[in-house]
């Protein structure tokens, strides 16, 4: 009853908000969706419909069956998770996910075995980390390495060792014969236009919440900054551009920002993975230590590099 109550509390407390400030909610709206339009659309939809396509039409065995004697030397997945490895790491967030929850799904990997992969494997891709944050936003391209070491290492090495525990076998129906009609491409085509119109629904109401935060609280810059991290990654990292921190506080605050994702990348993932019950607080406990650990390891390389 208390939950319900909170619940009902802050949809109200957010209805107000909109309709007290208008113009502040429309800013907000719209550059979340002038975002979602723009970056993640583009971006994410061609993969979300490809990556459909190579799901329900089993050629996914086709670049499992040669890329798997090298990964699991690396990652010892199954043979299906290989593909969720691959493409969570290739792809990023958050189809990391929902390769993972679809190939649950279909029944390609254990329930166990999806988890562990849609935790570890839900990053956010190497183009947005040197290209945006280290080269647009940070300024700070000198440290590349040190940040996919810092962002990539503790989730990878988590997943080695929870895999290596569970040592995940192949489903019995995972070598299914490849293929590929018209039905299998309307409905990769749709299932990735669903799937993005979530993540757009979510990164606009987000943002009014981010929007709320700096309308209500102007006294403590700093807990805005830390807060909106928190709660969407991309506005979040935006905001450091101007932050008046010295750059060796600047960059593991990035750091811990991007590797938790922010509780808007949470939503899209939870929404994505929605047709498999992962451990919703298992996700976020380690996302936060992977954070934790990654602001560590940034401390040090930024510390290194600008000294003190």
């Known amino acids: 009853m208390k939950k319900n109550n909170l619940i009902l509390l802050a949809l109200l407390t957010f209805i107000l908000f909109i309709l007290t400030h208008p113009a502040a909610s429309m800013e907000a709206a719209g550059s979340g969706l002038l975002l979602w339009y723009e970056q993640l659309l583009p971006a994410l939809l061609p993969l979300a419909i490809l990556s459909n396509l190579m799901v329900y039409s089993n050629y996914m065995q086709a670049v499992t069956k040669y890329l798997y004697p090298l990964t699991r030397r690396i990652v010892p997945t199954s043979k299906s998770g290989c593909f969720a490895f691959l493409g969570g790491m290739l792809f990023g967030f958050p189809m990391g996910s929902k390769i993972s929850s679809d190939l649950v799904s279909r029944q390609k990997i254990s329930k166990a075995e999806g988890e562990i992969l849609s935790i570890c494997f839900n990053q956010l891709s190497p ?24 962002l990539y290492l503790p989730p990878l090495l988590y997943a080695v060792a929870c895999l290596k525990k569970l ?5 019995k129906n995972a070598a299914s014969d490849p293929s590929f009609h018209f039905r299998i491409i309307d409905a990769g085509i749709m299932n990735g236009f669903e799937s993005l119109t979530k993540l ?9 919440l981010a929007a709320a935060l700096h309308t209500y609280n102007t006294k403590y810059p700093l807990v805005n900054l830390a807060c909106t991290g928190l709660i969407e990654v991309t506005t979040g990292v935006s905001y450091l551009k101007h932050s008046t921190l010295p750059p060796q506080y600047v960059y593991p605050l990035a750091l811990f920002f991007v590797s938790f994702g922010g509780l808007c990348g949470f939503a899209q993932t939870c929404s994505l993975a929605s047709s498999c019950t992962f451990s919703k607080k298992r996700y976020l406990t380690c996302r936060l230590c992977f954070a934790i650990v990654s602001s560590i390891l940034g401390f040090f390389f930024a510390y290194g590099a600008f000294g003190s």
């Open 127 to 150: 183009v947005f980390i040197s290209g945006y944050l280290l080269s647009s936003v940070l300024e700070m391209p000198q440290l590349t390495l040190q940040s996919y070491a810092a």
């Open 167 to 171: 040592r995940p076998q192949d489903a």
């Open 200 to 208: 757009g629904g979510y990164i606009i109401l987000f943002s009014i």
